[in-house]
């Protein structure tokens, strides 16, 4: 049966496409123009000659030194992720003890409990280890704010594998730590790079803890240094664009190869 185009789904989409796509296109439009050349022909104008000064510009003003950071944080909080998360969501999927409910339960009370209101005490706390204007400082606090609904996502991925595989495992006469390395971690491969990717963006778009916990240039993160571009470039928004540009790629990137493995592991939320 031949069905008919459905005209109307077609033209939202168009409509959601532009949406997206105009940003995009000043973005980039204005990153390689001249600051004199945007202001004479407006944000939508196609540009009439390229240049890349913008760019020589963002790098000259230190954002390399701000990218760098913001890849040792990021790194440091998957890193921390991965560490704790994948055993937690087993102990919590496999143990039938009201300790290990309690402490799910915990970990759920953290969904709760947005950062701007713990932002106070945990700068006293950060300040009284030592830890205050340390890249640690952050990736600290970073990572165990992921950690909740990162163990919310591996715990329903965990769930999805069938009591048989486990029995399988234990008549082979596996042990815990062989079936969770042998056949728990292999199955949940969508779940792990879900919570890898949503790490990643927590450690590399971060503002707050940032802001907060540091205040040397040599422990500023692309945050903040966009940030301080628009005060230093003050209307020159090729220049503020360039950065802002060159702080999407990796998240682009990181999206690109992921997605599929993000949204499977988004299935799996809630478990059976």
């Given at each position: 049966?031949?069905?008919?185009?459905?005209?109307?789904?077609?033209?939202?989409?168009?409509?959601?496409?532009?949406?997206?796509?105009?940003?995009?296109?000043?973005?980039?439009?204005?990153?390689v123009?001249?600051?004199?050349?945007?202001?004479?022909?407006?944000?939508?104008?196609?540009?009439?000659?390229?240049?890349?000064?913008?760019?020589?510009?963002?790098?000259?003003?230190?954002?390399?030194?701000?990218?760098?950071n913001?890849?040792?944080?990021?790194?440091?909080?998957?890193?921390?992720?991965?560490?704790?998360?994948?055993?937690?969501?087993?102990?919590?999927?496999?143990?039938?003890?009201?300790?290990?409910?309690?402490?799910?339960?915990?970990?759920?009370?953290?969904?709760?409990?947005?950062?701007?209101?713990?932002?106070?005490?945990?700068?006293?706390?950060?300040?009284s280890?030592?830890?205050?204007?340390?890249?640690?400082?952050?990736?600290?606090?970073?990572?165990?704010?992921?950690?909740?609904?990162?163990t919310?996502?591996?715990?329903g991925?965990?769930?999805?594998?069938?009591?048989?595989?486990?029995?399988a495992?234990s008549?082979?006469?596996?042990s815990?730590?062989?079936?969770?390395?042998?056949?728990?971690?292999?199955?949940?491969?969508?779940?792990?790079?879900?919570?890898?990717?949503?790490?990643?963006?927590q450690?590399?778009?971060?503002?707050?803890?940032?802001?907060?916990?540091?205040?040397?240039?040599?422990?500023?993160?692309?945050?903040?240094?966009?940030?301080?571009?628009?005060?230093?470039?003050?209307?020159?928004?090729p220049?503020?664009?360039?950065?802002?540009?060159?702080?999407?790629?990796?998240v682009?990137?990181v999206?690109?190869?992921?997605?599929?493995?993000?949204?499977?592991?988004?299935?799996?939320?809630?478990?059976?």
């Amino acid at each position: 049966m031949r069905t008919r185009p459905n005209y109307i789904a077609g033209a939202a989409v168009t409509v959601w496409l532009l949406i997206v796509a105009l940003p995009l296109y000043v973005m980039v439009a204005a990153s390689v123009q001249s600051r004199t050349e945007f202001s004479a022909n407006g944000p939508l104008s196609v540009p009439t000659s390229l240049t890349f000064e913008n760019f020589l510009l963002v790098f000259d003003s230190g954002f390399g030194k701000y990218f760098l950071n913001t890849f040792l944080v990021t790194a440091g909080v998957v890193g921390i992720v991965l560490l704790v998360v994948p055993p937690l969501s087993y102990a919590i999927v496999r143990s039938q003890s009201r300790g290990t409910t309690l402490i799910f339960r915990f970990f759920l009370l953290g969904l709760a409990i947005p950062v701007q209101a713990v932002i106070v005490p945990m700068f006293y706390l950060i300040n009284s280890v030592g830890l205050y204007d340390t890249l640690l400082g952050i990736i600290l606090p970073t990572a165990a704010f992921a950690l909740p609904i990162c163990t919310l996502i591996l715990s329903g991925t965990m769930r999805d594998i069938t009591p048989e595989l486990y029995e399988a495992m234990s008549v082979d006469g596996a042990s815990t730590a062989r079936t969770f390395l042998r056949l728990v971690l292999p199955l949940s491969k969508g779940g792990l790079s879900t919570i890898a990717v949503f790490a990643a963006l927590q450690g590399w778009n971060g503002f707050l803890l940032p802001l907060i916990l540091t205040q040397s240039e040599s422990t500023k993160v692309i945050t903040l240094g966009l940030f301080n571009f628009q005060t230093q470039y003050g209307i020159n928004v090729p220049g503020i664009l360039a950065a802002v540009m060159l702080s999407m790629v990796p998240v682009l990137l990181v999206y690109l190869f992921a997605r599929r493995a993000l949204v499977q592991g988004l299935m799996g939320v809630g478990g059976k």
